[in-house]
């Protein structure tokens, strides 16, 4: 049986290994566990940077998703970012994955966030199926990035 909740320090082991799957299969980032370890610890550590939710079945987590957090100026209140939603491969297909981001857009919302704004790759139109049945919309808006060292 599934179960949803905050993600603790204590869980940082098995949030790597679900990284280290996620970053596997994305065309633009690729697993380096001290990074992960780094970025998963000031989310853990700081409340007002994000939220970390973690799938379990039986108690082993399966799955994580993070909403981190900022103000939109357009919006007048809190925003979030989607991000980091893996589910180990075994365990998709089942609900779990819906489960997990369904809690995610209902803490923000408890929260009173006015959006939630998520990337997929491009050409992950499995990924882009999922988040449409549950009410995203393609933006007019394209995302750039600048990696900034």
């Known amino acids: 049986m599934f179960s949803v909740e905050e993600a603790k320090l204590s869980d940082m082991e098995p ?3 679900l990284l280290t799957l996620l970053f596997s299969q994305e065309a633009e980032f690729m697993p380096q566990r001290d990074v992960q370890h780094t970025g998963l610890k000031m989310i853990l550590e700081d409340p007002a940077v994000g939220t ?10 399966i799955g994580m998703v993070s909403l981190l957090w900022t103000i939109s100026t357009a919006l007048g209140g809190k925003v979030a970012f989607l991000e980091d939603m893996i589910i180990q491969p ?6 779990g994955g819906t489960l997990l981001v369904a809690y995610a857009i209902a803490y923000a919302k408890k929260l009173t966030c006015k959006r939630i ?11 882009q199926r999922f988040y449409k049945r549950l009410g995203f919309q393609d933006s007019l808006m394209q995302p750039m990035r600048l990696i900034v060292h």
């Open 15 to 17: 949030l790597i290994e």
């Open 117 to 127: 704004t998520l990337l997929t790759d491009t050409d992950n139109h499995a990924a």
């Open 90 to 95: 075994k365990y998709r297909g089942k609900e």
């Open 52 to 61: 970390i939710f973690v799938l379990r079945d039986e108690g082993k987590i």
